[in-house]
């Protein structure tokens, strides 16, 4: 099973500041995608990423969202303002060997003050 | 689009009971079906899998869960858990042909009771 670490485990941050989640493979990866996961709610989809593109994004991935892939290991998604409403849980995904799995990370939890 | 619906939020179940978790999914196109546990304070683990053929599909920890097309159905058994067991259970459908984002249900929390 691909492994997959994020970084950190916990950010704590003031409103309107901007914070940086990291996604880090285990081997060579293609596909990459974020999910978030409000407290109490179910995981929701963000954003896929493949070949340095985004592939899908959903409407929570407005125009504060933005991923990359700065150094062709880490994946990272950048909230640039952070909001109150985006105090949650972030988890990265990658696929396996076979189609349609996905396996992810331990997440990053998200604290917006 | 795809929707997952988990219709118990909460079970509490004895020690070496069996468990059911219901899983219905609604859709449009062909789906796979998955299950992930969440222990807490940790991610997303993959319990199992269906992909195609049979319907009745094993995974880790001796959790099973059966794919029913007519009924729309996957859901979540075990024989007999264990205290362990006690985790947040989601189940989570994606599409074959395009397959990019996994839709998740609202979880079940699972609680073992001594």
């Known amino acids: 099973e691909p492994e997959v670490t994020q970084t950190p485990s916990h950010q704590v941050t003031q409103m309107g500041q901007e914070v940086i989640l990291r996604c880090v493979p285990i081997?060579?990866?293609?596909?990459f995608y974020w999910y978030r996961q409000i407290l109490g709610q179910k995981v929701e989809f963000l954003v896929s990423f493949y070949n340095n593109e985004i592939s899908e994004k959903s409407e929570i991935f407005d125009d504060q969202f933005s991923v990359e892939r700065p150094d062709g290991s880490n994946f990272t998604l950048k909230i640039r303002s952070t909001k109150l409403e985006d105090s949650a849980m972030y988890f990265c995904?990658?696929?396996?060997?076979?189609?349609?799995?996905?396996?992810f990370g331990p997440g990053t939890r998200l604290t917006v003050l | 689009a795809q929707s997952v619906t988990q219709l118990d939020s909460q079970v509490p179940v004895f020690e070496e009971a069996p468990v059911e978790l219901r899983c219905n999914y609604s859709s449009s196109v062909s789906v796979y079906l998955f299950w992930y546990v969440q222990y807490p304070n940790q991610g997303l683990q993959l319990l199992l899998k269906?992909?195609?053929?049979?319907?009745l599909v094993k995974g880790i920890n001796g959790f099973e869960a059966e794919f029913n097309k007519s009924q729309t159905s996957f859901h979540l058994r075990k024989p007999s858990v264990h205290i362990s067991d006690t985790a947040e259970y989601f189940c989570a459908v994606s599409e074959t042909l395009t397959g990019n984002q996994f839709y998740f249900g609202t979880g079940t929390s699972l609680t073992v009771i001594p």
């Open positions: 081997s060579n990866h293609l596909y």
């Open positions: 269906y992909l195609s053929g049979s319907t």
């Open positions: 995904a990658i696929t396996g060997t076979l189609p349609n799995e996905q396996f």
